[in-house]
């Protein structure tokens, strides 16, 4: 592992560690243009079917099965090939995927073509974070994988602001031709810059990898999520129903939402490296940032100023959007470093677990209530929850794992 590693600080030397990150946070702000830029397309899609939020929740849930399916075997790969190879092969599958869409009839058939599109679209983040978690093995990872991951608000912001003028003015087929376009530039160009690297030495995921030391990464991260894919998928609809914003107003603030969950992602993965690699410590304090926002939310009167909700939501997102990249670093160092991408993949795959049971279990909580009150308060819980279990978390490991060195 040695000359793997002196090689991959070689290539760096000569691309430099600040546009390798650049290109790290474009190949993820791509992937995550689409991803989530589904769910924003959400809105238009029920209108389209006469969707209820059920429904809409089930348009999240397609594309977050399909990531979550793939995503552990995405992880392995990307271990066994190296993160190049496997970024380079996946950009055209979902690049042509996304390109298919344009044809695609019926609500079914569309949900089966989402699930189809998020399986190839799990080839970026394990790709990408397998490629970082590499490059940065001889420093505090954090930082370095907290701007990575700044790629996913920041393409969620881009869809929030962009995907409903575009829907209205040029229609879903433009949209899907646009997918299709970004995921080649930002993924081609830079699997083009990953080195192409090897591991030194390979071992079996039986041989070198235990369940155990993921069980903690993997369940608060599971419950971390609820209010990550809440926020994206029904902020539009509460703030104009309930809020009486316009479809602009209300894009921009789930745009301010996800700008705070990617300065998060920065913040607090630099906290965490200070606190000597405590990631669930940091996690936390995200958790319990969240809820705060929620019952600021629940207690805001019916008129409040447009520059009131854009700040709420900056914080909000900041605490339910920041902690994802502080999860995957997590995992990763709880495992030897040869088998980074299986534990990503594995916490990633509960992830999108997550993000495909919560959107319609809380939909439906809303068509019942016919209110969105009951759904913020079950939300609110279960992210006190997923803090008081990062706390316990904390506890128990101190501060890094021992396993984290190993290289």
């Known amino acids: 592992m040695e000359k793997s590693l002196e090689d991959t600080q070689r290539f760096l030397g000569k691309v430099?560690?600040?546009?390798?990150?650049?290109?790290?946070?474009?190949?993820?702000?791509g992937m995550t243009f689409v991803q989530q830029?589904?769910?924003?397309?959400?809105?238009?899609l029920a209108a389209k079917y006469a969707l209820n939020f059920q429904q809409?929740?089930?348009?999240?849930?397609?594309?977050?099965?399909?990531?979550?399916?793939?995503?552990?075997?995405?992880?392995?790969?990307?271990?066994k090939w190296g993160p190049k190879r496997l970024l380079f092969r996946a950009t055209w599958i979902m690049a042509l995927l996304a390109f298919g869409l344009r044809w695609v009839q019926g609500f079914v058939l569309v949900l089966v073509c989402?699930?189809?599109?998020?399986?190839?679209?799990?080839?970026?983040?394990?790709?990408?974070?397998?490629?970082?978690?590499t490059a940065f093995q001889d420093r505090d990872r954090g930082m370095p994988m907290g701007i990575r991951q700044t790629g996913v608000p920041f393409g969620a912001a881009l869809a929030a602001v962009i995907l409903p003028v575009m829907v209205i003015h040029f229609g879903l087929p433009a949209v899907y031709l646009l997918f299709m376009a970004e995921l080649v530039l930002f993924n081609g160009i830079f699997s083009a810059l990953?080195?192409?690297?090897?591991?030194?030495?390979?071992?079996?995921?039986?041989?070198?990898?235990?369940?155990?030391?993921?069980k903690w990464p993997a369940v608060v991260s599971f419950l971390m999520v609820a209010g990550q894919y809440f926020l994206v998928t029904f902020t539009l609809e509460y703030l104009h129903d309930d809020r009486h914003l316009t479809l602009g107003q209300s894009g921009w603030?789930?745009?301010?939402?996800?700008?705070?969950?990617?300065?998060?992602?920065?913040?607090?993965?630099?906290?965490?490296?200070?606190?000597?690699g405590n990631r669930p410590r940091v996690i936390s304090f995200t958790g319990l940032l969240a809820s705060a926002m929620i019952a600021v939310i629940l207690l805001l009167p019916s008129h409040v100023p447009y520059g009131v909700i854009m700040g709420v939501w900056f914080?909000?997102?900041?605490?339910?959007?920041?902690?994802?990249?502080?999860?995957?670093?997590?995992?990763?160092?709880?495992?030897?470093?040869?088998?980074?991408?299986?534990?990503?993949?594995?916490?990633?795959?509960?992830?999108?677990?997550?993000?495909?049971?919560?959107?319609?279990?809380?939909?439906?909580?809303?068509?019942?209530?016919?209110?969105?009150?009951?759904?913020?308060?079950?939300?609110?819980?279960?992210?006190?929850?997923?803090?008081?279990?990062?706390?316990?978390?904390?506890r128990q490991n101190g501060t890094r794992s021992p396993v984290s060195n190993i290289s």
């Not at 830029?37 to 238009?44: N, P, R, T, Y």
């Not at 809409?56 to 552990?72: D, E, P």
């Not at 990953?194 to 993921?214: C, N």
């Open 315 to 394: 914080l909000t997102g900041m605490g339910t959007i920041g902690w994802n990249a502080l999860s995957l670093t997590w995992a990763a160092e709880s495992v030897p470093s040869q088998q980074a991408g299986f534990a990503m993949g594995l916490v990633g795959t509960i992830i999108f677990l997550g993000s495909a049971v919560f959107p319609p279990l809380l939909g439906s909580l809303i068509d019942w209530t016919k209110h969105f009150t009951a759904a913020w308060a079950t939300l609110m819980a279960i992210l006190l929850l997923a803090s008081a279990l990062a706390r316990h978390a904390g």
């Open 194 to 214: 990953i080195p192409d690297i090897k591991p030194a030495v390979r071992e079996t995921v039986k041989e070198s990898t235990s369940f155990r030391p993921l």
């Open 16 to 29: 430099g560690p600040k546009w390798y990150l650049l290109w790290a946070t474009l190949s993820q702000t």
């Open 253 to 276: 603030v789930l745009a301010m939402a996800q700008i705070g969950g990617g300065l998060g992602r920065i913040l607090f993965g630099r906290m965490s490296d200070r606190l000597q």
């Open 114 to 133: 989402f699930f189809l599109l998020g399986m190839s679209l799990s080839a970026v983040p394990m790709s990408g974070s397998k490629a970082i978690f």
């Open 37 to 44: 830029g589904v769910i924003v397309l959400g809105f238009f």
């Open 56 to 79: 809409i929740g089930l348009i999240t849930s397609a594309m977050s099965l399909g990531v979550m399916t793939s995503m552990v075997f995405m992880g392995i790969l990307a271990d």
